[in-house]
């Protein structure tokens, strides 16, 4: 895939600088490590949740029982935060 973008030139002038710097061949080249890296480095929801899905689903807990888990959790949290406020 291939992707054309507008960068100003004081940018473009940093950006050869941290290739040239991080021993790459030009600017393009520096770009794709950084979305390498940043896909490497940034799961999706789905496989952050992951876990947690299947011990939910292996505990056998029914939505209802979920939801009720989730609200008395976030009541929890608001609770305590209200007490820090005052």
């Not at 950006?15 to 390498?36: F, H, P, S």
């Not at 292996?58 to 009541?75: K, P």
């Amino acid at each position: 895939m291939s992707i054309t973008i507008d960068i100003a030139p004081e940018k473009e002038e940093k950006l050869k600088t941290r290739a040239k710097r991080n021993g790459q061949a030009d600017v393009a080249e520096y770009i794709q490590k950084l979305i390498d890296k940043d896909l490497e480095l940034s799961p999706s929801l789905r496989e952050l949740f992951a876990p947690v899905r299947e011990d939910i689903k292996e505990s056998g807990m029914r939505d209802a029982e979920l939801d009720a888990l989730l609200e008395e959790s976030r009541e929890e949290v608001w609770q305590e935060r209200q007490t820090k406020q005052k």
